[in-house]
């Protein structure tokens, strides 16, 4: 089967600690580092880019799981492989007329190409993504309106996550947004096996026991 992969959104982490953050995340047990890298244009709000990622990478060895918030995703592609991201995951809401460019430029520079939709975007606009000879190796399901951390799993989304794992059941399927404890199990069962989580995992008294937890209902 499809391998658990335990993400924590370091946008609900301490921003100015961010090198302590992330071993510290790594210490509890993370597999990769969720890096939500906005425009302020695609979505409401600013966080981090290529330079932050840059200092990042200088401390750790971490798969860094880049989430691109952008209107221009192929403006990233240098700049972020340079830097030293591991994984980059597109919208599809952006990238309608260039996705073949775009998923050729991440592969081209060493980097692992994802898609993502916002909860409005239904689930057949990646299909092609999926099935081209130069196909994404991940699909990441937004369970939120892209943002902001904190906010409520929309349990309706596992719609889509199910339709793609009975399409392709070996691909990555990656679900962002309100995922914790009490929302895991939803995800698991429809077949979500990369799990982002900021708030539920930052705002623990133990992070490692969120963490633990997450991967073991995936894994069951
Ligand atoms: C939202 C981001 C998420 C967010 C998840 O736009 O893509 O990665 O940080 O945070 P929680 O887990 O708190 O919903
Ligand atoms: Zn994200």
Redesign the pocket.
């Known amino acids: 089967g499809v391998e658990a992969k335990i993400a924590p959104?370091?946008?609900?982490s301490d921003f100015a600690n961010l090198a302590a953050e992330a071993e510290r995340m790594l210490q509890c047990g993370a597999d990769w580092l969720?890096m939500?890298i906005?425009d302020g244009h695609f979505?409401p709000?600013l966080t981090i880019g290529a330079p932050v990622i840059e200092s990042l990478r200088k401390h750790t060895e971490a798969y860094l799981d880049c989430?691109l918030?952008v209107t221009n995703p192929l403006d990233y592609v240098e700049p972020l492989a340079k830097a030293g991201a591991s994984g980059f995951t597109f919208h599809v809401e952006v990238s309608k007329d260039n996705w073949r460019e775009l998923i050729q430029s991440i592969k081209a520079k060493g980097m692992r190409p994802g898609v993502s939709l916002k909860p409005g975007t239904p689930i057949e606009e990646v299909y092609p993504m999926v099935e081209d000879k130069n196909a994404v190796e991940m699909v990441l399901v937004?369970?939120?309106?892209?943002?902001?951390?904190?906010?409520k799993?929309m349990p309706e989304m596992m719609d889509k996550v199910r339709a793609l794992r009975k399409k392709y059941p070996s691909l990555d399927i990656e679900v962002?947004?309100?995922?914790?404890p009490s929302t895991i199990e939803m995800a698991a069962s429809a077949g979500a096996n990369c799990i982002?989580?900021?708030?539920?995992?930052?705002g623990a008294a133990e992070p490692a026991e969120v963490i633990s937890l997450l991967k073991k209902t995936v894994n069951e």
């Open positions: 959104s370091m946008l609900s969720h939500d906005m979505v709000n989430h918030m937004m369970t939120v309106e892209p943002g902001f951390g904190g906010q799993f962002d947004g309100g995922l914790g982002v989580a900021g708030s539920s995992v930052f």
